[in-house]
């Protein structure tokens, strides 16, 4: 039995609550994953709008389709020529009605779950309809071709079409890239010699109230087909060239604007266009923004190029040198594995460019005799040079920006920083090599090699900024992995309890060990100094036991004495006159122990120079490993009473709430 191929895209029905919804069948989907290599392939798409004389005329265009026996109910159905399916550029071709026949064709009860509610009110299933067909098919369609015959009343023509011009996309790219409109009748009236309907629509767009519609086209062409006396292959042979010449010229148009999506790529930029609609269909859906969905733009743009500006004019880079840096950094932030090759001069207007500028004049004393503005120009300019070198070599944008770095290495490697990536320059620190210079976990997974048999575990062999060679081992939290956390509590001496948990655990762990397992580490007081001993020192559970034991001991040995000899002697018989004084004593150091003897026991243990962000263990392998992230709350009594974190790592800066009023500092320098 032959296979018959369910042709079905969009559709229209009513749920349960009596509201409109939309069926998508994810038949784009399907076809794509038919393709060889969809990521090399890129589909062009025309769309056929009619009745009978449109059915008839695809059974001519398309004779190895079968297109008789591959019918589908829905409204909008998606078919592939069979016979480009394994061209570089195959054709698509969508079909349907704009007319919702509701009594001939009732709309489809759906089901509890079945199909996408829409959003927004709307009083019709006709209104729907031809929502769809504007303002989402008709986005990715190159040529739409429709039949007037098929349509008796010119006003349903016209509607659709000032449907599609009101809500096309108005960003710079679709602005460039207009879809192919073709006007087909045939030989409908008695007299031949009479006017075509496509001659006399054509006619009415041109009227002043319908000018936008006809903006909305790169091109519209009238066709009138030949007699019925000629064969149907004589008769519909000039809309088959015609087609495949318009679809040509789109290629062409397309791939001047750098405008042609692959097979995947336009899977996800309908689906978004799709959720676009199902949301709000007033508002135009902005092309160029649906490629930043899934991968968002950082919002840390300003204050992290800000302070690369700074930190840039400290190590006494001039404006002209730290140009390029920034170019090939926002190439390789936009042009990831599997984005579409926009115009870069577009993307970075749309997504960049605002940033930069206010980056730019927040460090405007350091280059007065230079404007924000001319500056970032260069710095466009600069990104179209490393796009034509990305385009016309096989080279990719990570490559591209190491090469850049290399070439400047003798210059940028006296940049330091603790709060930025200085690879990708828009994401915060998290990982320090062992020439100090800073990248993130994204850049970490970008330039470094994968651990064999240990999943996002990578080691960066060397530094691309100083050219440092010794590598360090990174560990990456997986995409879909939740943190694992340890918090110990502090309590001075009684930090020898929780010590004690973390041996029986231990034991059942062995031989793994705790910091092997803990993706954060917090702790507060004698907490604060477990961690920093387990993490920072990379000591053991016995180990950490045995220094904090020590600690303790030495720490609260002896309580704060009077530097006067008098009080010493009375507070040693014990008198009310010697506690008071004590006491006192105490109050007026806001302590009862001696401070100084605390601190030269922690450096007596940890070391005098010893940093928390930065600081990496040694591996049996000769590398450098990034330790695991380490927080000590403190709380500030200087002015305002407040707790923050002492910590190793920086937070992502994506996030768009605050833990209240906690505040994470990095007690490191954050300059040269």
């Known amino acids: 039995m032959q296979h018959k191929e369910d042709i079905g895209w969009l559709d229209i029905g009513k749920q349960q609550n009596s509201r409109l919804a939309v069926v998508e069948n994810r038949r784009l989907k399907d076809i794509i994953s038919q393709l060889e290599k969809p990521e090399e392939q890129y589909p062009s ?21 079968n297109i008789r026996r591959h019918v589908s109910d829905y409204k909008v159905r998606l078919r592939y020529d069979v016979s480009s399916l394994g061209c570089r550029q195959p054709i698509l071709f969508v079909d349907g009605d704009i007319i919702q026949k509701d009594r001939k064709s009732p709309l489809k009860q759906l089901g509890a779950g079945a199909g996408h509610p829409i959003f927004w009110e709307c009083g019709s299933a006709q209104f729907l309809l031809l929502v769809l067909w504007a303002r989402l098919v008709f986005l990715f369609t190159d040529v739409i071709c429709i039949f007037i015959d098929d349509y008796p009343e010119s006003s349903q023509i016209l509607e659709l079409l000032t449907t599609f011009s009101q809500g096309r996309s108005t960003d710079p790219m679709s602005s460039k890239i207009l879809p192919r409109l073709i006007l087909i009748s045939g030989e409908s009236q008695a007299n031949n010699d009479s006017e075509p309907q496509g001659i006399l629509v054509h006619r009415k767009l041109l009227e002043p109230g319908l000018t936008s519609v006809y903006e909305a086209f790169s091109e519209i062409t009238t066709l009138r087909l030949g007699s019925y006396e000629v064969s149907d292959t004589g008769r519909y042979e000039p809309l088959r060239s015609l087609v495949g010449q318009e679809l040509s010229s789109m290629r062409a148009l397309r791939k001047k604007h750098l405008g042609q999506p692959n097979g995947k790529q336009l899977v996800d930029l309908f689906q978004a266009a799709f959720q676009h609609v199902l949301v709000d269909f007033e508002s135009r859906f902005n092309l160029l923004q649906a490629t930043r ?19 840039c004019s400290t190590a006494g880079l001039d404006a002209a040198q730290i140009i390029p840096t920034i170019a090939s950094a926002v190439l390789m932030d936009h042009y990831v594995p599997g984005m579409l090759r926009l115009d870069p001069c577009l993307v970075f207007r749309a997504f960049y460019r605002s940033a930069i500028v206010e980056a730019y004049r927040e460090r405007a004393n350091h280059w007065p005799d230079r404007q924000p503005e001319e500056q970032v120009g260069e710095l466009e300019a600069q990104l179209l040079q490393l796009f034509e070198s990305l385009t016309e070599t096989n080279r990719t944008p990570v490559e591209l920006r190491k ?7 003798g210059w940028i490697c006296r940049i330091r920083s603790n709060r930025i990536c200085l690879y990708c320059l828009f994401q915060n620190a998290q990982h320090v090599l062992g020439c100090g210079h800073t990248l993130c976990d994204r850049c970490a997974h970008i330039f470094g090699t994968p651990s064999v048999g240990i999943e996002y575990e990578f080691t960066i062999r060397g530094c691309i900024y100083c050219l440092y060679q010794r590598p360090l081992i990174a560990s990456v939290l997986p995409p879909t992995m939740s943190p694992s956390v ?19 655990v231990h034991e059942h762990l062995h031989p793994c060990r705790i910091q092997d397992v803990v993706d954060l580490a917090l702790g507060t007081s004698s907490g604060g100094l477990i961690v920093i001993g387990l993490s920072i020192m990379s000591w053991n559970i016995a180990t950490c036991s045995e220094i904090f034991d020590n ?38 150091h806001d302590s009862c122990y001696d401070a100084k003897t605390f601190d030269d026991a922690l450096k007596g243990v940890f070391g005098d120079n010893r940093l928390m962000f930065g600081s990496s263990r040694d591996d049996p392998r000769g590398s450098l490993r990034s330790n695991s992230k380490v927080g000590v709350v403190t709380t500030s009594i200087s002015r305002e009473t407040g707790a923050f974190v002492i910590g190793n790592f920086n937070t992502t800066g994506d996030r768009e709430d605050k833990a209240g009023k906690v505040e994470l500092r990095i007690p490191a320098k954050d300059s040269l």
Do not use: M
Not at 403 to 409: E, F, G, P, T, V
């Open 45 to 65: 798409l025309c769309a056929f709008i009619g009745g009978p004389f449109k059915d008839h005329a695809l059974q001519k265009l398309y004779p190895w389709n």
């Open 293 to 311: 969905t899934v991968y968002k733009v950082s919002n840390q743009i300003t204050p992290n190029v800000s302070h690369y500006l700074q930190i």
């Open 403 to 409: 090469n850049q770095l290399a070439a400047q290495s």
């Open 486 to 504: 340890l918090a110990i509590d502090g309590g001075g001496v009684r930090g020898v309890i929780p010590l004690e948990f973390l041996l029986l």
């Open 551 to 588: 600690l303790a001991r030495r720490i609260f040995h002896k309580r704060r004495r009077s530097p006067l000899a008098l009080f010493n002697f009375v507070d040693q018989n014990g008198s009310v006159l010697g506690n008071l004084s004590k006491w006192i004593h105490w109050l007026l």
